[in-house]
């Protein structure tokens, strides 16, 4: 991503750029970046396309023609899936030759590294994977964002206000203007400030649901339940949610097991190094066996209500008053 921030400053721009990954703020972000130097407000060379089935000889021909008036023409292509499997061959062919008054631009959520369109784009341009960020990049642009606005956080603050907030960096832009709102003429950002003002995911609700259940606090399970049912969360997503959660819980109990701790835990399954230490006093309340126990009532009641034995509504609400 420097490497498009370096272009974006110098000038001198690449002919290629594919921005991919599941980040959506930062491809978002970069790919509005790119289009206002390449061809800022010009509409006459600048041509969006976006989705499968696109006409490759159209593409091409724009490509090869002239920009009018302009430096250099923009072709924008976004989810196209050209970048999994084949149907990309006459592109691939094209691109080392497309002449340099022409910039085209890929953003796609998949792509197939593989593949030899991502090769050709590899080779003639740059390719930019937008990934997840993790706790300390997170805390330091999150940080970084209240400091202009003349905030200023405690870094358990931060861990609490990342814990109800997610690692989406779009969802963690909006809460911080909100928050930045909320302490209007204060300058330090308090724990009661965050909890006050900033919205709790779906999943952290899910967190503390699986937290009542530990601690067979069925009543407190039950009302955010019908918080999530109020909020027009579908019953078979939360169970899903659920029978994720516990999974989680059971990967976690058996690292720990093992003897590793909150960071190598998070390093190996993925996970933000706060969400695993939200989960590790989950892993300590329950027996392994218990885990499990859950883990089958998730299945079983999935498949009752495939089966029609049992409405979606009714097969979470038993899950959750079953106590072991």
């Given at each position: ?6 272009d ?7 002919k ?7 980040e959506a ?8 970046q790119?289009?206002?130097?390449l061809?800022?407000d ?13 006409d ?5 021909s724009?490509?090869d ?8 023409r923009?072709?924008?292509?976004e ?5 999994k ?5 006459e592109?691939?062919e094209y691109?080392?030759?497309?002449p ?6 890929f953003?796609?959520?998949e792509v197939?590294?593989?593949?030899r369109?991502y090769?050709?784009?590899k ?6 994977e937008?990934?997840?960020?993790d ?35 779009e969802?963690?832009r909006?809460?911080?203007e909100?928050l930045?709102?909320?302490?209007e ?11 006050e003002?900033?919205?709790?995911q779906?999943t ?13 606090r ?15 969360e579908?019953p078979?997503?939360i169970?899903?949610?659920?029978a994720r ?6 990967q ?8 590793m701790?909150r ?17 590790m006093p ?7 066996e218990?885990?499990l ?9 999935e ?22």
């Open positions: 991503m420097k490497t498009i921030s370096q974006i400053k110098s000038g001198e721009f690449k290629i750029y594919l921005l991919f990954g599941e703020f930062l491809k978002r972000s970069y790919k509005n790119l289009k206002a130097a061809v800022g010009d509409a006459m060379n600048y041509h969006y396309f976006e989705g499968r089935g696109l490759l000889g159209e593409i091409i724009l490509a023609t002239m920009p009018f008036f302009g430096e250099r923009l072709i924008q292509i989810e196209s899936g050209l970048f499997g084949s149907g990309a061959d592109l691939v691109l080392p030759r497309m340099d008054t022409t910039c085209m631009m953003v796609e959520s197939d590294k593989r593949s369109l090769k050709a784009v080779a003639a341009g740059y390719a930019a937008m990934v997840r960020q706790e300390r990049q997170l805390s330091a642009w999150a940080g970084g964002i209240l400091a202009k606005a003349g905030r200023k956080i405690t870094q358990r603050t931060m861990d609490l206000f990342l814990s109800r907030t997610g690692d989406d960096m969802n963690i909006m809460e911080l909100k930045i709102s909320y302490t003429g204060r300058q330090v950002v308090t724990d009661r400030d965050v909890e003002i900033c919205t709790e779906v952290g609700r899910i967190f503390d649901m699986v937290a009542a259940i530990a601690g067979r069925t009543r407190q399970a039950m009302d955010l339940y019908e918080d999530l049912l109020t909020l027009r579908p078979m997503r169970l899903f949610l659920i959660q516990f999974n989680q819980i059971l976690v109990k058996e690292l720990m097991a093992g003897g701790g960071e190598g835990i998070a390093s190996q399954l993925k996970l933000q190094p706060f969400v695993v230490g939200k989960i989950q892993a300590r309340s329950f027996t392994r218990q885990i126990s859950y883990v089958d009532l998730c299945v079983d009641a498949e009752a209500v495939k089966t029609g034995r049992l409405g979606e509504r009714l097969a979470v609400e038993l899950l959750i008053a079953k106590n072991y």
